[in-house]
C-alpha cells in the first residue's frame, strides 16, 4: 500500500531594503530568527498564507509577488514545503506593528547575517531566494539546496 506524503505547508516573504539586506523576524518561541511567514492553515493558498502570515508578525498588507523558491523539506518524522515569495522592498526605516506572542524584533539583517542568525537549512533557502531574486527565476529545493 501506498502512504501519500502529507506535507505541512508553510510559506513566507522575503523583503528587502534595496541594499540587498533581508528582512529578518526573531520569534519569541525559539533563539534563531526567520523570514516573516508562517504555516498555511486551512483551505489557505501558499500565498494566502503568506500575506495573513505578514499581516499577522509585522502589520503589513501585501500581496505577494513572484514566487521565487520551492523547498521540499524533511524534518524530523515528516516533511514540509516552503514556499517564498517575493515581498518587496520597503525603506529600512519602515515601521511594523509586531505580534508581541511570536515576534520580539524585526531587523534588516546583510546575507552574512542571515548565514549566522538563521538556521542553516533557513539561511540556505534565503540565499536561494535572493539569487532567484536577482536572476528572474524560480528555483525548486530540496532541504535547501537546488537539485
Not at 17 to 32: H, M, N, Q, S
Not at 42 to 50: F, L, Q, W
Not at 53 to 74: C, K, N, Q, S
Request: charged content about 25%; overall charge negative; some cysteine.
Amino acid at each position: 500500500m501506498i502512504t501519500p506524503a502529507r506535507p505541512l505547508t508553510a510559506a513566507g516573504a522575503l523583503f528587502t531594503d534595496g541594499d540587498g539586506r533581508v528582512l529578518l523576524v526573531e520569534p519569541t518561541y525559539k533563539p534563531e530568527w526567520e523570514i516573516p511567514g508562517g504555516v498555511v492553515e486551512g483551505s489557505e493558498t501558499p500565498a494566502e498564507g503568506c500575506a495573513r502570515e505578514v499581516r499577522e508578525e509585522l502589520g503589513l498588507e501585501i500581496v505577494p509577488g513572484r514566487l521565487l523558491v520551492v523547498d521540499w523539506a524533511p524534518w524530523q518524522s515528516d516533511a514540509r514545503v516552503l514556499f517564498v515569495f517575493d515581498g518587496g522592498t520597503l525603506p529600512p526605516t519602515t515601521s511594523f506593528r509586531l505580534q508581541p506572542e511570536e515576534i520580539r524584533s524585526a531587523r534588516f539583517a546583510a546575507p552574512a547575517e542571515v548565514t549566522h542568525r538563521c538556521l542553516p537549512r533557513l539561511s540556505r533557502r534565503v540565499h536561494a531566494a535572493l539569487a532567484a531574486w536577482e536572476r528572474g527565476e524560480t528555483r525548486y529545493l530540496e532541504n535547501g539546496t537546488a537539485v
